[in-house]
Each structure stands twice: as C-alpha cells, then as structure tokens.
C-alpha cells in the first residue's frame, strides 16, 4: 500500500542569475512500513526534501501526497495538524523542549492537542527506548543518546504515517549511533513504522530497505537494498 507519493516536486530560491534549484523535477513513492534511506552530498537537496515532505517548508512546484490526501491543498490550520498528527520529525539536535521533562516531551505532540496520551502505549515506548529511570529527567540532565531517545519517543507518539529523521546520529558517538539505528529499526519492525531517513553515512543508509541518491536536487538513483 503506498502511503506517500512524491510527484514533479520542484524547490528554487532566488530569481534569474541567482536562482538555485534546490529540488528539480523529483519524483519517488514510499509504500507502508518501508525503511528508506536518502543520501547525497552537502547542498545535494535531501534536508530540503525531508522538510517539505514533513509539511516544514513548501515546495516551489509539485505535489505531495501522504494517504492519497494532497498535503499543500490544506490551510494553515490543516497544515499544522498534519504535521503534528502524521509526520514524527527527528533531527541532529533533538529540538526537546528544555523546561519539560522526559515524559512530557514524548506526550507534547498529544498535549498541543489537549489531549491525553494513551498511558499503555506511553509506557510502552519509555520501555522499548530505556529511558524509565529518566522519565523526571530534564534535557539538560541526560546524555545526547538518551536526548535522541526521547526525540523518537515524540516522534512516534501519536502513531504517525510517516517517521522523518534528518541526519539522526550526526551529533552522537558511535556506540549511540548504532543504539538509535537499531531503535529506528526496531520502531519499523515493531509498529511497522515508515521511515525515511537522511543520512551521508553510507554505512548507516545500509540499514534501511531501499536506499535513494540525491545530487543537484536530482534522484541518481533509487535501489533495494534488502
């Protein structure tokens, strides 16, 4: 079943001698439950890509499609609670919010809605991620794995249709590297989660399913990898 299309996208900043075609004519589609890799060089396109298909920045032309719903026909209001319900964004830096403690950030997506988080699965994230003796723990008071952590625990919260994690062991060792790999691969096997993933570690992309290369804004290529 395919849960996001991509069709003709097109991203330009600047105007005539200035004009940088960020993304030029890109085209791919993600079925469910896939674990895709986007890779290429710095100034290659591919942070741009993921923030558009996380509804972050708007593309110039083209359209996105995630469950068949067209995501630049919504208002800004429709906008923002795509975003919040059925994108799962993870980036280099965490982005936790500094006065909230681990609970707190993982239910925040819940919470902007004025809802309660479902106490059951809550817990079962805080558990599968390692983190029950951190749940009072403020960002400051934990390391950059467990801040990474926590940022998955958001970030699947409310069952998103898609998992975006833009460069997610940039910022961390190896041995927290790998542990948040592993986590993202476990979330796509355990809640059969779609990912995409951007990451210039060659070695890291070989984790996902299928793994797409971007240069100049453009797919070089697009392989299985499992």
Do not use: W
Not at 117 to 135: A, I, M
Not at 210 to 219: F, Q, S, Y
């Amino acid at each position: 079943m395919e849960i996001l299309k991509v069709q003709n996208l097109c991203k330009e900043y600047g105007k005539k001698n200035t004009l940088v075609k960020a993304l030029d004519n890109v085209s791919f589609s993600v079925k469910k439950g896939e674990f895709v890799a986007i890779v290429g060089p710095s100034g290659s396109g591919k942070s741009t890509l993921l923030h558009i298909l996380g509804g972050v920045d708007k593309p110039t032309s083209g359209h996105v499609y995630v469950e068949g719903s067209d995501v630049f026909s919504l208002n800004e209001n429709n906008l923002a609670i795509f975003r919040r319900r059925q994108v799962g964004l993870i980036y280099q830096f965490y982005n936790l919010i500094p006065i909230l403690n681990v609970l707190e950030n993982i239910s925040l997506p819940v919470l902007l809605d004025g809802k309660e988080p479902d106490q059951k699965y809550l817990n079962e994230l805080v558990h599968t991620l390692g983190l029950e003796n951190r749940v009072n723990h403020l960002p400051n008071e934990l390391s950059g794995g467990q801040q990474q952590r926590v940022s998955i625990g958001r970030a699947l919260i409310y069952h998103p249709s898609l998992l975006l994690a833009d460069e997610p062991t940039g910022n961390l060792d190896s041995k927290s590297s790998q542990e948040i790999i592993e986590l993202l691969e476990l979330s796509n096997k355990k809640y059969g989660q779609t990912i995409i993933m951007i990451t210039h570690d060659e070695n890291l992309a070989m984790h996902a399913d299928r793994i797409i290369t971007i240069e100049d804004g453009k797919i070089k290529s697009d392989e299985k990898v499992k």
